[in-house]
């Protein structure tokens, strides 16, 4: 995709929401509504069939910054009404002014960080011997497969790493793929993420708030006639609307942002907590183990990869780990693979991923959350050390994401005591003082080490 093109892509909704604001400004709310859904659809279709030549409305926008385009739209307009309306009310409500100045700086601050972070690619093999090398030792331990292997990168596929069909590239700890950020999340920017999603939330409730303090001190028209009659709304609503048709617009269009964002936030806070990944979650509902299925033949990942670029995919809608494997892997897990990368009524689907639903629907996610609570989970700590782990990405566990293949058999914890331990020795007896790397224990050589609640009881 040419740069030109992303950058016009990217531009699109803030010139989009400004015409459909306005248009909601300007006319009766019958045609004004009317009006500015037609424009909503075509901004979708000047991006999607014109731009990207797609021959369909969902194709492969999710590898495009349009709905980066669409969050920086949305935030810029909320703004230009702080600043143009709201800040004159500051006498009053300066605290809730600063927090939504607060907010919104570092909203916009970790949006632009979720963006331009790398997720957490994982790390290839620099030579062919040394892919020769990785194959020989996972084929010698008997677990060549799709959890241990990624074909697309040829490279050894760490715990909790997912091959992103979008990025092309495995990521560390992989949560989701994220159109809104346009990115993965991963283990690399899954704080920033979260930074992002929690500020967003705690801006718009500010915005409302200051929303709310503005229309209560303004001078409202009392003059029916200023008023229009076939307005649907009570009769305060239609003097607000009145009053500043487009302030009102943009509130409305940022408070229905709220409903998603706080699911959103809530569970991904939850997950956080116990130390689980959306696709584990996802993973655990529909293979009863987080680790994605595995014991796929490597011959049946061939087909699998075939299939796939035969078919049309629509990539970044399908968040499981469907990379790799065959679909009676997934009949094992008693789960129907019904994502099979042919774009089969997309369109609620695609919605529901936008709108980060598709894991209450999708793949008996539900039953990953009633799992979750028995599921053994062998980089649990509990919430604290969960959450601490979270922030460092991985040194409270003391573990790279993007190189961990094995959960040690005496667990995180001893591992890494045992570690700094060494180190600690090593530094006294050579006397220079110099640390070994703190990750240096995991390599490939843990035959048979126990992956936990990562395999399916029969392999484990
Ligand atoms: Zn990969
Ligand atoms: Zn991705």
Same mark, same amino acid.
């Given at each position: 995709?040419?740069?030109?093109?992303?950058?016009?892509?990217?531009?699109?909704?803030?010139?989009?929401?400004?015409?459909?604001?306005?248009?909601?400004?300007? &006319?009766?709310?019958?045609? +004004?509504?009317?009006?500015?859904?037609?424009?909503?659809?075509?901004?979708?279709?000047?991006?999607?069939?014109?731009?990207?030549?797609?021959?369909?409305?969902?194709?492969s926008?999710?590898?495009?910054?349009?709905?980066?385009?669409?969050?920086?739209?949305?935030?810029?307009?909320?703004?230009?009404?702080?600043?143009?309306?709201?800040?004159?009310?500051?006498?009053?409500?300066?605290?809730?002014?600063?927090?939504?100045?607060?907010?919104?700086?570092?909203?916009?601050?970790?949006?632009?960080?979720?963006?331009?972070?790398?997720?957490?690619?994982?790390?290839?093999?620099?030579?062919?011997?040394?892919?020769?090398?990785?194959?020989?030792?996972?084929?010698?331990?008997?677990?060549?497969?799709g $959890?241990?292997?990624c074909i697309q990168?040829?490279?050894?596929?760490?715990?909790?790493?997912?091959h992103c069909r979008v990025?092309d590239?495995?990521?560390?700890?992989?949560?989701?793929?994220?159109?809104?950020?346009?990115?993965?999340?991963?283990?690399?920017?899954?704080?920033?993420?979260?930074?992002?999603?929690?500020?967003?939330?705690?801006?718009?409730?500010?915005?409302?708030?200051?929303?709310?303090?503005?229309?209560?001190?303004?001078?409202?028209?009392?003059?029916?006639?200023?008023?229009?009659?076939?307005?649907?709304?009570?009769?305060?609503?239609?003097?607000?609307?009145?009053?500043?048709?487009?302030?009102?617009?943009?509130?409305?269009?940022?408070? &229905?942002?709220?409903?998603?964002?706080?699911?959103?936030?809530?569970?991904?806070?939850?997950?956080?907590?116990? $130390?689980?990944?959306?696709?584990?979650?996802?993973?655990?509902?529909?293979?009863?183990?987080?680790?994605?299925?595995? +014991?796929a033949?490597?011959?049946g990942q061939m087909g699998h990869r075939h299939q796939h670029q035969s078919n049309t995919v629509l990539p970044g809608v399908d968040?499981e780990d469907t990379s790799l494997v065959t679909d009676?892997?997934a009949?094992?897990?008693?789960?129907?693979h019904?994502h099979s990368g042919v774009c089969?009524?997309?369109?609620?689907?695609? &919605?529901?991923?936008?709108?980060?639903?598709?894991?209450?629907?999708?793949?008996?996610?539900?039953?990953?959350?009633?799992?979750?609570?028995?599921?053994?989970?062998?980089?649990?700590?509990?919430?604290?050390?969960?959450?601490?782990?979270?922030?460092?990405?991985?040194?409270?566990?003391?573990?790279?994401?993007?190189?961990?293949?094995?959960?040690?058999?005496?667990?995180?914890?001893?591992?890494?005591?045992?570690?700094?331990?060494?180190?600690?020795?090593?530094?006294?007896?050579?006397?220079?003082?110099?640390?070994?790397?703190?990750?240096?224990?995991?390599?490939?050589?843990?035959?048979?080490?126990?992956?936990?609640?990562?395999?399916?009881?029969? $392999?484990?």
């Amino acid at each position: 995709m040419q740069r030109n093109t992303k950058l016009a892509i990217f531009i699109m909704p803030t010139i989009f929401f400004y015409l459909m604001f306005m248009t909601l400004t300007l &006319l009766p709310w019958y045609t +004004g509504i009317l009006l500015a859904a037609a424009e909503f659809f075509g901004m979708h279709h000047i991006v999607t069939r014109v731009l990207l030549n797609n021959s369909t409305y969902t194709d492969s926008v999710s590898s495009t910054p349009y709905f980066a385009g669409i969050i920086s739209g949305s935030i810029l307009w909320v703004l230009y009404c702080w600043f143009t309306r709201l800040v004159q009310q500051t006498q009053y409500h300066s605290l809730a002014h600063l927090m939504f100045a607060l907010s919104v700086g570092l909203c916009a601050y970790n949006f632009f960080r979720a963006i331009t972070l790398d997720p957490g690619t994982c790390p290839k093999p620099a030579s062919d011997e040394e892919l020769k090398s990785v194959i020989e030792d996972l084929a010698s331990e008997g677990r060549l497969n799709g $959890q241990t292997f990624c074909i697309q990168c040829m490279a050894r596929k760490p715990l909790r790493s997912k091959h992103c069909r979008v990025c092309d590239k495995c990521v560390a700890r992989s949560d989701h793929h994220c159109p809104w950020i346009w990115n993965c999340v991963g283990s690399n920017n899954h704080r920033q993420f979260l930074l992002f999603v929690g500020t967003l939330v705690i801006g718009i409730g500010f915005f409302d708030y200051l929303t709310y303090a503005y229309f209560s001190s303004a001078p409202l028209p009392a003059d029916p006639s200023e008023i229009s009659p076939s307005c649907p709304l009570p009769g305060d609503l239609c003097a607000i609307t009145a009053h500043d048709t487009f302030l009102v617009s943009v509130a409305v269009w940022a408070t &229905l942002q709220l409903t998603w964002t706080s699911i959103l936030l809530a569970s991904q806070l939850w997950q956080v907590a116990r $130390q689980m990944t959306t696709l584990e979650v996802s993973n655990l509902g529909r293979y009863g183990f987080m680790g994605g299925r595995g +014991g796929a033949s490597l011959s049946g990942q061939m087909g699998h990869r075939h299939q796939h670029q035969s078919n049309t995919v629509l990539p970044g809608v399908d968040t499981e780990d469907t990379s790799l494997v065959t679909d009676a892997g997934a009949a094992a897990g008693g789960a129907v693979h019904r994502h099979s990368g042919v774009c089969a009524g997309c369109g609620s689907g695609f &919605l529901m991923n936008l709108l980060g639903f598709d894991r209450f629907t999708k793949g008996k996610a539900v039953d990953g959350l009633t799992r979750a609570g028995k599921a053994s989970n062998p980089f649990d700590q509990g919430v604290v050390a969960n959450c601490r782990d979270f922030w460092t990405a991985g040194r409270e566990l003391g573990v790279e994401y993007e190189k961990l293949y094995d959960v040690p058999v005496e667990g995180f914890r001893e591992a890494k005591r045992r570690r700094e331990q060494d180190d600690e020795e090593d530094g006294v007896r050579k006397g220079t003082g110099a640390r070994k790397g703190l990750f240096m224990g995991f390599g490939l050589g843990r035959a048979g080490s126990s992956r936990g609640g990562y395999e399916p009881v029969s $392999q484990a």
